[in-house]
């Protein structure tokens, strides 16, 4: 069987989850005997067998972002004769995987990593692109043969925002991590030479600068750590030059009460994110909305204990220390803060205040008791190898292909 995967983001042009993803689910199902995998991927040519790449099209080098996006997808549609499946990823490219399974009478899976409805302000970054890509998003959902969701949540974000989708084609299957890469790697040297001080205490958060990050509120949350605590910001590529505006205030202003603020804009190379994982105390994720979250998966691969929202599928990756959410009959893996979230689509709390208290305090817990951090941390690990490796998932996804053959 020949299956064609179609991602915006492929190696070495990564910036998201998604795009790990896409390289992590590739290589497994690349070791399989039993299937043919191509990739057909956005971006300038790569020297990979069996990966095409495509450029935006000169014609439309001047146009709305969200068509030139349409463009490629024409192309990668047309690239996939010959396929027995298609499978897209993200919006930019489910258009491709649509239209390929239309042109060439195939079925077309799709992998739900995020949903547009669920990110109404990405019309901040895309204006009326949005409403294409909301189109895109809907059309290829509700066409599609079968659904992957990332997380039990996720799926019912599917099925909420997409109604005339059948839910017995939406499928859940984690995302996965690779723990031979993802491992704990002590390197002081190195993290000293990234700006932080691998002998005190620190707090790592991974990801862009968009409001689905909840960046903004970690901020205001540092404020009222104890001040012996460093914060490590590997954060870039913002959304709109107003949310990068309001980082730098808040990072500006942390800066004049509190040492040790550390801010790389720069994507590190894995082995960096591996050395300052492995030397913090503990690894924040105060998303608002977050279907899954491999960045937790690899803080806890790194035997880093996790503080995140208790929202979407992030309980059901990361175990909490004292109130029982997540994982049922699971070792504990760090703390969960509540939050209640407004149902428009924005996620955004309904008390602030309340959540970033909250987020502090179960940072400064965890912090405060390095030996339990660690335990945390290790108990993370084990949760990782155990339950999210991606042989595992490369085996549920076909099963999923099979189904729809």
């Known amino acids: 069987m020949r299956v064609d995967v179609l991602s915006k983001e492929y190696p070495p042009e990564i910036y998201g989850g998604a795009g790990v993803h896409v390289a992590e689910l590739v290589r497994a199902l690349r070791a399989r005997d039993d299937l043919e995998t191509r990739v057909h991927a956005f971006g300038a040519p790569r020297d990979e067998a069996g990966t095409a790449s495509y450029a935006d099209l000169a014609e439309l080098a001047g146009?709305?972002?969200?068509?030139?996006?349409?463009?490629?997808?024409?192309?990668?549609?047309?690239?996939?004769?010959?396929?027995?499946?298609?499978?897209?990823?993200?919006?930019?490219?489910?258009?491709?995987?649509?239209?390929?399974?239309?042109?060439?009478?195939?079925?077309?899976?799709?992998t739900a990593h995020s949903l547009e409805p669920m990110r109404p302000w990405k019309a901040e970054q895309l204006g009326g692109g949005y409403a294409v890509s909301s189109w895109v998003e809907r059309t290829a959902y509700e066409a599609a043969a079968a659904v992957i969701a990332v997380s039990a949540a996720m799926r019912e974000d599917v099925l909420r925002s997409y109604p005339a989708v059948d839910p017995d084609r939406v499928h859940v299957v984690h995302n996965g991590i690779d723990t031979e890469l993802w491992r704990p790697a002590p390197n002081p040297d190195?993290?000293?030479?990234?700006?932080?001080?691998?002998?005190?205490?620190?707090?790592?958060?991974?990801?862009?600068?968009?409001?689905?990050?909840?960046?903004?509120?970690?901020l205001r949350a540092v404020a009222e750590l104890p001040p012996e605590v460093q914060v490590v910001l590997c954060a870039g590529a913002p959304d709109t030059p107003e949310i990068e505006a309001e980082v730098v205030g808040l990072v500006d202003g942390l800066r004049q009460t509190r040492s040790g603020v550390a801010w790389i804009a720069d994507m590190l190379p894995r082995a960096d994110v591996v050395a300052l994982l492995t030397g913090a105390t503990a690894f924040a994720c105060p998303s608002i909305y977050e279907p899954l979250g491999i960045v937790n998966l690899e803080a806890m691969a790194c035997e880093t204990a996790v503080v995140a929202t208790a929202t979407g599928g992030i309980p059901e990756v990361v175990v909490d220390a004292h109130s029982g959410l997540g994982a049922a009959g699971a070792e504990a893996t760090g703390r969960l803060v509540p939050i209640d979230q407004a149902t428009d689509g924005t996620g955004t709390p309904l008390d602030p205040d309340r959540y970033v208290a909250d987020f502090a305090a179960a940072l400064t817990e965890v912090v405060s008791d390095p030996d339990r951090a660690h335990e945390l941390g290790r108990a993370g690990r084990r949760r990782a190898i155990e339950d999210f490796s991606w042989a595992a998932i490369a085996d549920r996804t076909v099963e999923v292909y099979r189904s729809v053959l």
């Open 63 to 110: 146009a709305n972002a969200a068509l030139r996006t349409l463009g490629v997808d024409l192309a990668i549609a047309d690239g996939c004769a010959g396929t027995d499946l298609v499978h897209s990823h993200t919006w930019y490219a489910n258009l491709a995987g649509h239209l390929a399974g239309l042109l060439h009478g195939v079925p077309h899976v799709v």
């Open 190 to 218: 190195r993290v000293r030479e990234l700006g932080v001080d691998p002998d005190r205490p620190s707090v790592v958060f991974v990801g862009r600068i968009t409001r689905q990050k909840g960046l903004p509120l970690f």
